[in-house]
């Protein structure tokens, strides 16, 4: 089942903070964060673990309620390179990460 | 050196024909993927194969068939094009889950965009 984003999207100015949540009805094993510029591929941000272990880029913090199957990704002190859509993707016990719809990011100078 | 390459990078069609999309990575990764990608930027994945053997087959129309000659390659067939195929084809790979099931990053080829007329 898809994971729910929210929002769907944001528009910030330069330096900035925003958060992008991602909900699954389900159990889950691991969320998955990527974000995709326009024309462009979606490019890995991070993986959270059930269990506490992420794997990622060290400027982007994330969350992962197991218990509440959410995880929300923050950026802070935004730049204009963060524009893009971000998409969260769930991952159960299957091997295959199903995504949400996406949050569009944009980042006024 | 790019990771994961896709070629054409656009493909444009007409109703009826088959085309061939063909994807490679020099990652050394075991497992590749097929995602589609609608135009409300939806990306569902399609297929997965890990050392040439299919492993997740979602609800695709038969008119899809993957092949994977060997780990670095994945291609894609599309027999009988419809107006709905129109979309971009994502191909994608990673290391395959370790013995603790800890998942891997995907790294993701530069998309095909297909158009069918």
């Known amino acids: 089942q898809q994971p729910v984003q929210s929002p769907q999207a944001v528009i910030l100015r330069e330096g900035e903070d925003a958060v992008i949540n991602c909900s699954s009805s389900k159990a889950l094993y691991s969320v998955h964060w990527y974000r995709q510029k326009h024309g462009e591929a979606p490019v890995f941000l991070m993986i959270l673990l059930k269990g506490g272990e992420q794997k990622g880029h060290e400027k982007i913090s994330a969350s992962f309620n197991e218990k509440k199957q959410q995880s929300s990704l923050y950026l802070t002190a935004s730049q204009l390179s963060y524009s893009g859509t971000y998409f969260c993707?769930?991952?159960?016990?299957?091997?295959?990460?199903?995504f949400g719809k996406g949050t569009r990011l944009h980042i006024l100078p | 050196d790019t990771a994961v390459s896709q070629t054409p990078k656009y493909l444009v069609t007409q109703m009826g024909n088959d085309k061939s999309i063909k994807c490679e990575q020099n990652l050394g990764h075991d497992t590749m993927y097929w995602y589609k990608q609608d135009s409300k930027k939806f990306l569902k994945i399609m297929f997965s194969?890990?050392?040439?053997?299919?492993?997740i087959n979602e609800t695709v129309p038969n008119r899809f068939s993957p092949k994977s000659p060997d780990k670095a390659h994945l291609n894609l067939h599309i027999n009988s094009l419809e107006l709905g195929d129109s979309a971009v084809y994502f191909c994608?790979?990673?290391?395959?889950?370790?013995?603790?099931?800890?998942?891997?990053?995907?790294?993701f080829g530069p998309g095909t965009r297909l158009t069918v007329t």
């Open positions: 194969y890990n050392n040439k053997e299919l492993i």
């Open positions: 993707g769930t991952e159960n016990w299957a091997d295959k990460i199903i």
């Open positions: 994608a790979s990673s290391l395959k889950k370790d013995f603790s099931g800890s998942s891997y990053e995907q790294y």
